[in-house]
């Protein structure tokens, strides 16, 4: 009734003329405000709350995540989310072009949507209990924003940031970042996450995942919820395309990095020390190329602020 009723007080503030057009629908797992009123962003959004019971009032606090873009046509997926991972999911219909009034946006849930979800659903009300979830560049750029005003979110998932997967200045304390796309998008995010003094398993993850259709699924809930001290990096693993090297042709290093509670990642690792030094890494492809005079060697990756090692032989074939 609570909830109902600070709806309806919304629909008079803004506008009797247009109340016939706003509506609550309630469907098994999910509520949702078509139209919902807003004084930033006016009532052209739908709002789609999917709850981890059946319906409200809930038996209990959850934690929160707020997705931008989904809609009530990913009822399926976003119930399936909320119910496995036991969260609510918080989806705001946002299309490419509303991205263009990113200050309207990050008003809107810092003063209005995270104020009604806390009041009207019983959740995790703390940052280290809400997560942000993107997907797209445009997207992207509005919630490093969000992420970066204090006491709002404690972790954020980037899915195909592009050049927003770069750029991180200083980011709260006990934040988790988790990026996913290309290897060119997670080189330049380990990187830069690297330089803000930011550390893998600890701080922030990365995924292979370009174009993810279904991100509900990939989205690692479990790893951006847990505490750091059970997300540290445990050991780094390499997998090499071919274990022989041409001069002039690419072998393709993949390494996935392993953390505690069982979470696994993937790793591009900013630097690669070599014995003999005769090959040359690209992060931004993922690939080894060897130079005239190669010899077989090992391979030696360094990784996290335990100074974590992993090494794998690779044959050179002389020319």
Aim: net charge positive; hydrophobic share 45%.
């Amino acid at each position: 009734m609570k909830k109902l009723f600070i709806l309806l007080v919304c629909l008079l503030c803004a506008g009797l003329c247009r109340a016939e057009e706003s509506r609550l629908i309630i469907n098994p797992g999910r509520e949702t405000f078509v139209h919902f009123p807003s004084e930033i962003m006016g009532d052209k959004y739908t709002l789609t709350v999917f709850l981890p019971e059946e319906f409200v009032p809930l038996s209990k606090r959850y934690p929160v995540v707020y997705l931008f873009g989904p809609g009530p046509k990913q009822a399926e997926a976003g119930h399936a989310l909320a119910t496995k991972e036991q969260v609510l999911a918080v989806a705001v219909n946002f299309k490419e072009e509303d991205y263009k009034e990113a200050d309207k946006i990050v008003r809107f849930l810092a003063r209005e949507l995270v104020p009604y979800i806390d009041t009207n659903y019983l959740t995790l009300a703390t940052p280290s209990r809400r997560v942000l979830a993107v997907q797209g560049e445009q997207a992207a750029r509005v919630a490093k924003e969000l992420f970066y005003k204090p006491e709002l979110f404690g972790a954020l998932a980037l899915f195909s940031p592009k050049s927003e997967a770069g750029n991180w200045g200083t980011l709260p304390d006990n934040a988790r970042v988790f990026v996913a796309g290309e290897q060119s998008e997670l080189a330049v995010a380990q990187a830069s996450l690297e330089r803000a003094n930011k550390t893998y398993g600890r701080d922030f993850a990365l995924a292979y995942g370009a174009g993810e259709t279904d991100w509900f699924g990939a989205l690692p809930l479990g790893y951006l919820l847990t505490a750091p001290e059970k997300a540290s990096l445990k050991r780094l693993q390499a997998s090499l395309s071919a274990k022989e090297v041409v001069p002039g042709n690419t072998v393709a290093l993949r390494v996935k990095a392993r953390l505690k509670g069982g979470f696994l990642f993937d790793y591009v690792p900013s630097a690669v020390r070599f014995s003999p030094p005769y090959l040359v890494w690209n992060a931004g492809l993922g690939s080894l190329e060897s130079v005239p005079g190669a010899e077989s060697g090992s391979i030696k990756i360094r990784g996290g602020v335990d100074k974590i090692t992993f090494s794998t032989k690779i044959t050179l074939k002389k020319q």
